[in-house]
């Protein structure tokens, strides 16, 4: 066997050569890395930190991308069993499919920043999907999909869109030209060399410049303020930019006679494999990296409150609120820990300067800010039920009803993954009680949603003039139709059913003789809260304070 075959990549034959085993063996390390690596990312998939990124789309871009970057490494050695034919194809319909998919998936950084600013300047949450609408008729799916679909949706179809004229374009530009069809009408039959120069090939450049030229380079602008504590934008950064470079230097190989020495041992389309496979580890060594630091410091947390219980069982705790690892035996790299009484004390004034700064803190750099909204909505319903049944002479029946459907707006709002533009993330038993509790009143909901939504009513709790926050209306004239009287379903012992005085029927409503479970109380959503409190102080809560204090110490 020589090392290098002196013809090079010439069309005869294959190039088992020194050379052409080299790039099969890296192709096959390479593959394997690949698919080790999505395997391990979609068993990381429901990790609180990395479940917005949509994995899924993640390792489809991914492996879609790397089909095409293997075919390439194994272009030399296929030699004569590459024709022009295959490769017009790849370049012009399936490396389209792959780059739209990896555009789609660098949205999601900008998507849930706005998301975020969303929720933290209007807290008005995306309407229920699906449903019936009784008052009109839309004969034209698209309108009725285009009033319910999500941004990222929207641009998932431009994608798809975009896909589908650009095969149009190929199978006429194939159809008609003696390049690749004996029976075409324009052009004239050539060498596999030449095949892969002229007009034919514009559509695959035309699609490549306008994402790598003009998408990438505005998403870059759009998201340059952006700063998350999970080093996203970087990492969209870096996999952007290493893609710039492959388009100009292909076509450089393709049209430079002066290259063709290098052509026959480095074929024009391995100048995108660098670029690729940069991209491919991005993608899926950014969100690895990103659950595997917060593992660690979930760890280091949990070690550190131990050490921290003990402490303050002895007396020996800092009084104010901070935990230093540094000098105990816990070997934590993030040195100072805040216990979670701070976070406690936090929470329970939400109008002080610094429940918003963290709030805000959380949505721009943590991009979990529908978590604090979560907390933020039981503390104000658990106080509203201290409220209504420390009234004298309360109407019992009246009471649950309000809180109830106050309730149901939280899941609805919050909890519920259909619903919910960003719904907390809570373990799986935890979700499954509160879907138990409110599921059916959801399903209730869904089923009944207008498809325009009054201005002032909310499009996922479509009761009678429902202001922007239920709990900021106290007194007799609550927005959610609480005149209703409750009545014992002797059949079920575990039900309460809502029915309505005949005299205050009301078809427009959802929750017309809905069965309330019996487990329905003030401390419904006790567990959840305490699972995302505990989310929050693991990280984001450490990382918002030690920003606090460097900041003051900077300004001191």
Known sequence: MVWLNPEGHNFVGTNLDGWGILQLVFCFIVTLAIWGLSIVLWLCRHDPVIRMRKVGLAITATNTLHVYTALVLIVYAANEYWPCRAEFWIMSLYLPIGIGLYQAYNQQLLLISRGQQHLLTQDIFKPLPGGKNTSEVYW?????????AREQEFFEAFVAAGVGIQFIVSLVIFTISRKFNSSGMVS??????????????????IWQALWNFIAGPYLLYKIRLIRDIYNWRLQTFIAIVAGLPGTPLWLTAVYSDKLESVNKYWNPAMWFVPGLLTIEFIMLLGPLITVFKARKHAKETSQALKEFDDKKSKGIYAPNGSLTTSSTKTRSSRGVMFNMQSLDACLSNTNSEEFQDFHKFCSEKCLNGENVN????????????????????????????????????????????RTAQYAINVEGHIYLKLKILFGEAANQIASRRPSTPRSNSSGATPWDELPTDPFNNPGNDHPLRPMLRRSIDK?????????????????????????????????CYDEASASVKHMLWQQPWQEFMRSKRNSAASNS
């Open 188 to 205: 004239h039959a050539t060498t596999e060399a030449m095949c892969r120069r002229g007009w034919e090939w514009a559509p695959s450049i």
């Open 491 to 523: 059949t079920n012992s575990t039900t309460e059913l809502i029915t309505e005085a005949d005299s205050l029927f009301d078809p427009r409503d959802p929750l017309q003789k809905l069965n309330i479970p019996a487990g329905f109380d003030e401390k």
């Open 140 to 148: 034209n799916a698209f309108v009725l999909w285009c009033k319910d």
């Open 374 to 417: 979560f907390l933020d909505k039981v503390i104000k319903f658990k106080s509203e039920w201290a409220r209504v049944f420390a009234e004298p002479n309360v109407n019992v029946d009246k009471a649950l009803v309000k809180l109830y459907r106050n309730a149901v707006d939280i899941y609805l709002k919050l909890v519920d993954d």
